[in-house]
């Protein structure tokens, strides 16, 4: 896949120093339900544990979570993966670290990063992202952000993602809360970048909300 392009280390652009000084309320707090985390493990579990240079068990991999939130994707990845790291800029009460991000050296290098990134500063993820997993990234999106002229003459047309994984049913995200009821009229699909493979699959997650939904995820 071709390289992404570079950024500096050191992020300091306005949108960065911007976000370092928002009130919470103003943060993208749209929490992930905790069964569309899992659907993205399953796919990777069962459908690309086969790397060219060999398999790699995702109990000895290793996953940065860099916006965790509360916590509701940090624990289905504990389910799969054997190392979990998570963080986020904004101290939600779970204990995690209060970090941000996009400022500051690169982290060490991970095998994976999973995360629900901010909307306006997925792009900045996803590149950070890139340069510090070995494996590969995955990103849940509304659908509508594979949109953009600009986007993708800044992203995709550079570094277009290996997989793009649409939900087949509906995931509900509500700004500030988890809720297992409700309704939503934006779809949501998973982005995957996985380091040694050229070319964009597109295709669907079957409905499985139901089997990897669990009544403690809304507890």
Request: with cysteine.
């Amino acid at each position: 896949m071709s390289a992404p392009v570079p950024i500096s280390t050191q992020n300091r652009s306005t949108a960065v120093m911007q976000r370092r000084a928002e009130p919470h309320d103003s943060l993208d707090d749209f929490p992930t339900p905790p069964w569309a985390t899992r659907a993205l493990c399953e796919w990777i579990e069962h459908g690309i544990i086969n790397w060219t240079d060999g398999p790699h068990p995702m109990r000895a991999m290793s996953v940065r979570e860099p916006a965790a939130n509360r916590g509701h994707m940090v624990r289905p990845l504990r389910e799969f993966f054997g190392s979990v790291e998570a963080a986020d800029v904004h101290d939600y009460g779970a204990g995690f670290p209060v970090q941000d991000y996009l400022f500051g050296p690169d982290p060490e290098s991970v095998h994976w990063t999973i995360t629900n990134p901010p909307f306006r500063l997925a792009e900045q993820f996803i590149e950070r992202a890139l340069r510090t997993c070995t494996l590969g990234v995955a990103v849940i999106v509304r659908s509508a952000f594979l949109e953009g002229v600009g986007r993708h003459d800044r992203l995709f047309s550079t570094t277009p993602p290996s997989d793009i994984l649409q939900f087949t049913e509906r995931v509900v995200m509500h700004k500030g809360k988890l809720t297992a009821t409700g309704s939503t009229a934006t779809a949501y699909c998973w982005l995957v970048w996985r380091k040694e493979v050229d070319g964009t699959q597109f295709g669907w997650l079957p409905s499985c909300r139901r089997r990897l939904e669990r009544a403690e995820d809304y507890a």
